[in-house]
């Protein structure tokens, strides 16, 4: 079967670092998402990775290695707006969007 | 600023009744999706289609209909409501192709008593 594994909650202070993790087994890849999801809101597009690497789009960063089947989501110099739920999809070999059930990001002050 | 709309918002009936969800896009995507999401739960596919006509059934699919006469409009219909149909309902468009990134409506949240 098709699965998308990532951390159901962190915890993180205002100003950090925060890495979530995410692992993958899909038939197929067609490349991998983020979203952020706030609290009765609906998901907003993160980011995309098709190839291996880091791809940099301001405080957010994502991860890649297909070899793995990981990413991670960097989020740098955090700030409260950051709470959220943070989800990770991937793409299969019939084109559908395969959905992890969401990592949880809590900033304290 | 939303390009895809959803109604109702929010929407409370009682068991039995048939409603329809709403969703439009201005977009001008064939890709268009109904997404069903419960609290702290991954999204679950309903439906999709690929342009107008076309329309598929996703993992959730056996109590729900919809239809896509226009690229622009992607209804969902429950002909005969449940407490288990209770939950978030998101509809979402994408520019086809291989394109993942999809674009989400603020979502119906119905709850059948």
């Known amino acids: 079967g098709q699965n998308i594994d990532q951390p159901t909650e962190m915890t993180a202070t205002e100003g950090a670092i925060v890495q979530i993790n995410c692992t993958y087994q899909t038939s197929g890849f067609n490349g991998l998402f983020w979203y952020q999801q706030h609290a009765g809101e609906a998901p907003t597009f993160l980011s995309y990775n098709v190839l291996d690497g880091l791809e940099e789009k301001g405080r957010f960063s994502s991860f890649l290695s297909r070899s793995k089947g990981y990413s991670y989501l960097l989020l740098k110099e955090l700030q409260m707006k950051d709470s959220a739920s943070y989800l990770c999809?991937?793409?299969?070999?019939?084109?559908?969007?395969?959905w992890g059930a969401g990592t949880k990001l809590i900033i304290k002050p | 600023e939303a390009d895809i709309y959803q109604t109702p918002r929010y929407l409370v009936i009682g068991t039995g009744k048939k409603i329809t969800l709403e969703c439009s896009q201005t977009?001008?995507?064939?890709?268009m999706y109904w997404y069903q999401q419960d609290p702290g739960m991954e999204l679950h596919l309903i439906h999709y289609s690929y342009g107008v006509n076309s329309t598929e059934k996703g993992d959730l699919s056996s109590e729900s209909t919809v239809s896509r006469i226009r690229t622009e409009h992607f209804p969902l219909t429950l002909e005969s409501a449940r407490p288990s149909h209770t939950s978030q309902y998101l509809c979402a468009s994408s520019a086809g192709g291989d394109a993942g990134e999809l674009f989400f409506g603020e979502g119906s949240r119905l709850t059948v008593l």
């Open positions: 977009m001008g995507h064939d890709k």
């Open positions: 999809a991937v793409m299969d070999s019939n084109y559908q969007l395969i």
